[in-house]
Nanobody, 126 residues
Framework: QVQLAESGGGAVQTGDSLKLSCAVS????????VGWFRQRPGKEREFVVS?????????YEQDSMKARFTISRDIAENTVALQMNSVKPEDTGIYYC??????????????????WGQGTQVIVSS
């Protein structure tokens, strides 16, 4: 059973940088994807970015995310990081780490992410 645990959230100011981390355990296959989602106040959960565990391929759905959010993985440490730069108040929300098999995500889209962490809160003040 895959387990995910986020850390690194907190309160920051506009323009700051923040790095979130997701500890991944229980992955038994190489064709696996780990991603970050966020849920902003009053909005539905939205996809931010994902990374293919083995090959390192990165996927953004929104071009606007590419400019300020960077994902990386550390296979030795079994972690996936989300680097957030030049944060804005609209980045405030709960950030979740999620994972799923490449096969499930390819066939089901975001519904293929079937393991989730508890989330970490990010608050950006102006």
């Amino acid at each position: 059973q895959v387990q995910l645990a986020e850390s690194g959230g907190g309160a920051v100011q506009t323009g700051d940088s923040l790095k979130l981390s997701c500890a991944v355990s229980g992955v038994t296959q190489s064709r696996y994807v780990v991603g970050w989602f966020r849920q902003r106040p009053g909005k539905e959960r939205e996809f931010v970015v994902s990374i293919y565990w083995s090959g390192g391929d990165i996927f953004y759905e929104q071009d606007s995310m590419k400019a300020r959010f960077t994902i990386s993985r550390d296979i030795a440490e079994n972690t996936v990081a989300l680097q957030m730069n030049s944060v804005k108040p609209e980045d405030t929300g709960i950030y979740y780490c999620a994972s799923g098999s490449l096969q499930d995500i390819a066939s089901k889209g975001f519904q293929g992410f079937d393991s989730w962490g508890q989330g970490t809160q990010v608050i950006v003040s102006s």
